[in-house]
Every structure is written in structure tokens, then in C-alpha cells.
């Protein structure tokens, strides 16, 4: 139980890596909070976790909208009264490729580009923007943010996505440094290629996928894998870890 009592916000809970640090979150103890825009999934996630005799709230949100993470914080807050735990997870990348082009710069239109950036980054700004004066006042709390080995390496093909995870990376060092005095950490993983929905598509693609297995480690990796990263980093067991920016890729990103 090692999340026992905590309040947990994580967000894109619906699905994939989210979905799985929801579960992973609630059998060590927290009260979950999924804020996740596709309702079916926020519910369902919901329910598989009530069904196991542990804590979830869905709470329907779209982090791009302030309104909308304004609102969520304050139900969170008048239910539970604190936030323990902030997992920026929510993010949009390949599988959305029919709605925004996933390109290089010359290919990437600027409309596309500005909602890529709304959701991966100013997301995760507004989610902190308004969790962090809780966590503040309670002289306490832990951020945990879900990047991408895009934002710390040079990935071709998804400039937006790239610089959306490399803004993600920049902001948890950031927050690390000026919240540390109120006992806050902020720390950041950077997943490789991850077996969800968001990359399903070219995991099914042999050609394409070889290369996502051509790490020390031979696969891809497990959404619950990174789940377990973050729980580490949301526990008091990484007490003295702020500032971290932790690959999660089975090694790819030292070969
Ligand atoms: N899968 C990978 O290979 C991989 C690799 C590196 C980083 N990541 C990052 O990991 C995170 C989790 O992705 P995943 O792999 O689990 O993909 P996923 O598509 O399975 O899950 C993403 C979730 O975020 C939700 N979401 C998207 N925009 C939202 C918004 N505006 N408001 C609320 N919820 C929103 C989606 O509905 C979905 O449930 C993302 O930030 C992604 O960029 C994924």
C-alpha cells in the first residue's frame, strides 16, 4: 500500500499507460482520480477499479480547456479536500494523425500544430497552473509528467509532438526548482515505444515495428510498465528524487 490514503489526479486515465497507472495507483491505496475526455473509457475504467474494492472517481475533463481543469480541481478538492499525486499523462500523438498531421516542420500546419501543443503541453501547464496552489498550501505534494523519448531526443516526423514533449521535459525541471521549497517534486518520464492505442496502428506495421524493437531490450514496452515508473516516482520510496528525467524504453535511447 504504498499510495495508501493519497489522493491521485491522473489524467488520460481512459487508456493505455493512464489506464494502467489508474489500476496500479488504486491497488497501492489512492483514491484515483481518471480525468479523461472520452467518457465511455473514463467510466469503464472506473468501474473495473470500484469492481476490485479500491477507489476511483471519473471526472470528465479536457486539460486544454482551463474552465474545464478549474472545475475538476475544485470537485477534487470538495470531495477529497487535497491532492496527494499529479500524473501528466493525457497526450494525443500518432493514432490522431487523421485529425492533425503528424510531420516535419514544412509539412506541419499551424493550426495543427497549436492544438497538438494545447493538449501535450498547455494541458499539462494548466493541469500544474491549478493543482499547484493546493499542493502549496499543504506544503506537500508530487507531479509526476508523462513526456516522450521525442522530447529528449531528435525523432523525425512529429515536430509538434517532438516539441510538445520537449517543452514537457523543459517544464517538470522548471517546477522542479521553483517548487522544491514547498516540499513539491516534479519529475518526468520519457517513454519509448509504448504497446497503446496511441502507436497500435504502427505496431501492426512489421517494417515499422522492428525498429521499436531494435533496443537492448528486444520489444516494445508494456503500458503498465511505465505505470510501475511512475508509481515509483509518485511514492515515498523516491522521497529524495526531484527533477528526474527517466527514459522508460528498454535502453533505445542509449544504443
Ligand atoms: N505509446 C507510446 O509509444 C508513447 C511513447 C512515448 C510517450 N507517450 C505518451 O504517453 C502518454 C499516454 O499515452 P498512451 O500511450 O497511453 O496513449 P493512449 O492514446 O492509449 O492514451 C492517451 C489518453 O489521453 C486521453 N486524452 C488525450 N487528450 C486529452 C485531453 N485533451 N483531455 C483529457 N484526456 C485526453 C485519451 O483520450 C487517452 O485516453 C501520452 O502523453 C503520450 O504522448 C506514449
Redesign the pocket.
Known sequence: MRLKNKVAII?????????EAAKIFAAEGAHVVI????ED?GKSVEKEILNTGHKATFIK????DENNVKELVEQVISQKHRIDILFN?????F?SRSQYKMASVLETPLDDWNNILS??LN?TYLMCKHVLPIMIEQQSGNIVN?????GILGVTGADA?TAS?GGVVALSRVMAVDYGKYNIRVNCI?????D????QEVLDNPEIAKNYEAGPLGRVGK?EE?AQAALFLASEESSYITGLIMPVDGGWSVV
Open positions: 489524467t488520460g486515465a481512459g487508456s493505455g499507460q493512464g489506464k480525468a479523461e475526455w472520452n473509457n475533463t479536457d486539460i486544454s499523462n493525457a497526450g494525443i500523438g493514432s493538449i501535450n494541458g508523462n513526456s516522450s523519448l521525442n509532438y514533449k520519457c517513454p519509448g515505444a509504448i497503446t492505442p496511441m502507436i503500458p511505465v
